[in-house]
């Protein structure tokens, strides 16, 4: 039974890590609507927004970011310009944004 578990994890494991290899990061230029995920004025600035399998994120500045699945699987790792740019993952669950010494859970 445990062996059985660990190999499903694998093949769990290798269809995310191809199924999330052509995923890019996008700049866009409408209005994002909704509330972001943190508080901007905590964050330096960073606003991070999740719905209908997209995440976006408003900056400031330059930043590094980097996405996960829960079960903590490199789903992304850019650095994003000022301005806006969206990912759009295209999968329903939760998934881990981390930028510098920012992480957020974003459930799409």
């Known amino acids: 039974m445990k062996r059985s578990c660990v190999i499903f994890l694998m093949l769990l494991t290798m269809a995310f890590s191809t199924a999330f290899a052509q995923l890019q990061w996008r700049e866009i230029q ?3 609507q909704g509330k972001s995920l943190v508080d901007p004025a905590q964050t330096d600035g960073v606003e991070i927004y ?17 996405v996960f699945t829960i079960l903590g699987q490199l789903v992304s ?3 994003l310009n000022a301005g806006t740019a969206e990912l759009k993952v295209g999968a ?13 859970k974003v459930a799409l």
Request: no cysteine; glycine share 12%.
């Open 30 to 32: 409408h209005k994002v």
């Open 50 to 66: 999740g719905k209908d399998g997209v995440i976006t994120i408003r900056t400031q500045r330059r930043i590094i970011v980097k």
């Open 77 to 79: 790792q850019a650095t």
């Open 92 to 104: 329903r669950g939760i998934f881990i944004v981390k930028i510098g010494n920012i992480t957020q």
